[in-house]
Each structure stands twice: as structure tokens, then as C-alpha cells.
């Protein structure tokens, strides 16, 4: 199209305004055009390094090499242990106030809402997967990534490959598992306590009638609902680890660079977190 109004322009009886212009329009919606072409590209291939990243560490589960496997476990217990066990005493707090603040809300309106089925589809399809995958992010991602960035600063990485380590089965593939399944067992923590906390809370400081609430629950609350919870918080753990590590490896000699690589593995952990849930629930509940 702009090729044809360009011949038409210098064809016709147009004056030097209309073709400077048309020139002028023809230059710039190139390098727009051309400007989106070089990120959709650059996108697509961070997308498809990311596929490659986690086909690489999930490829070493299967394998299990024989060497380090002291170290392995050792990463993943302190990988737990840091993502999830210390992370209960902000989640906890956290859980208790979402849990009380939404009961509080549609307590007000059971009589035109079923309170039961409500709670649980805001916290255990939707506020619990992604509310731990945030904090987690907050907390795990971005140590992961400038734990890594050091040790590329550092050389460290290079020291295990002259070792005759696997970067990916000493350093990945640890920090995978550990986060993964504190992903899973901080978004079963949330729910509990959100529910069986957040009802206990507003019982005990208000004289909001609750009625039966534990018994609707019971009843809302499918197998599936808890399945559909695990799954995103599996994926989630998985999307986590992987942004953080590939952020983290990006990083190569600079160190001033390992501010913008934390935070870029942050903003792109939330970004794909949230795509993921709404494809996960449009396709379990759609």
C-alpha cells in the first residue's frame, strides 16, 4: 500500500509537500513495522531459550547423573527450606487477612450468594495459586537470579564445568525441585489457613452470622478445585525457577548488570504466572 501511494505520488501532479509528506509517512511506518518485527522475533526466541532451559532440567531427572548427588539434596533441602519454611511467617499473616477481608465481604450477601462456593473459587482456584506464586517471586525468584549472576561474575559456574560438573545437575535442577515444591506446599498453607483461619478470625472479633459456613465449604469444594490449585502451582514453580535461572545466566561479566536481570526475572515471572493462570482455568472450567 505504501509502495502504491509513493508511484502514485511521483506519477501524478502531486507538489514536493504531498510527496516529502508521503515520504516522510513511508519511513516512519518502516521502521515501526520494522521495529515490531525485531522484538516479536527476539520475544519468540526468549520464549523458545525458556523451552529449552526447562527441557534441559527436566531431561536430568531422568538421567540422574551419579556424580554430586550429595550437593543435590543438599541444595534442595536448603532451597525448601529457605522458599518455604521461612516464607511461613509472612504467608501466614498474609492468608489470615485475605481470608477474613473476603468472609467479612460476602458474608454481607449470603443470602443472594453461596458463601461456600464463592470462597472457594476466589482463594483455592484463584487467589491461592497466584498470591504464593507472588510472594515466592518476591522473595526466591530474585535471590535465585542474583545468585546465579555472582556466579557467573565469579567464575563459579566455569569452576564446576572444569570440575567435571553439570551446571545444570549441581546448580538448576536443585533450585527447581526445592522451589517447585514450596510453591506447592505454601499455596496448601494459604488455602488452609485463609479458610479455616480467615472464618476462625472473623468469629472470634465479629458478630457477623456465619451460619454454617465449614459445612458449605465441604460441599462447594471439589477434587477438581484442589487438582486445578496444584497444577497452577506446579507450573508456577516451574515458570519461576526458569526465568530466574535463564535471567540469571544472562548475566555475564558485569556485575552492575545483575540489578537489571533481578529485575527483569521478577516482572517476567509475574507477566507469565499470570498468562498461565488464565489458560489453566479457561481450560478446566470453559
Known sequence: MLKFLYGWALNSSANWVDLCILYIVKFHMEQILGSIGRKTIKSVNHVLDLCALTYRIFTLIFKRPQTGRVIVKRVVLEQIYFTCVEALTIIIPIALL???????????????????????????????????????????????????????????????????????????????????????????????????????????????????FLDQIGKAITAADIAVGIVKALCFGVIITVTSLNHGFNIK??????????????????????IFNIIISAIFYL
Open 98 to 212: 485475605i481470608g477474613s477481608i473476603l468472609i467479612v465481604q460476602f458474608a454481607k450477601y449470603a443470602g443472594h450468594y453461596d458463601l461456600g462456593k464463592t470462597t472457594v473459587i476466589l482463594i483455592v482456584r484463584e487467589l491461592g495459586p497466584i498470591v504464593t506464586a507472588f510472594l515466592v517471586i518476591l522473595r526466591s525468584a530474585t535471590a535465585v537470579t542474583i545468585e546465579i549472576g555472582y556466579m557467573n561474575v565469579l567464575n563459579e559456574i566455569e569452576a564446576f564445568e572444569m570440575a567435571g560438573l553439570d551446571p545444570m545437575w549441581i546448580v538448576c535442577l536443585p533450585r527447581m525441585v526445592g522451589i517447585t515444591a514450596a510453591v506447592c506446599c505454601l499455596f496448601i498453607v494459604f488455602d488452609l489457613v485463609s479458610i479455616i483461619g480467615g472464618y476462625g478470625l472473623v468469629w472470634l472479633i465479629t458478630n457477623i452470622p456465619m451460619g454454617n
Open 253 to 274: 561479566k558485569n556485575i552492575t548488570e545483575i540489578p537489571v536481570g533481578t529485575s527483569k526475572a521478577a516482572i517476567e515471572s509475574i507477566i507469565f504466572c499470570l
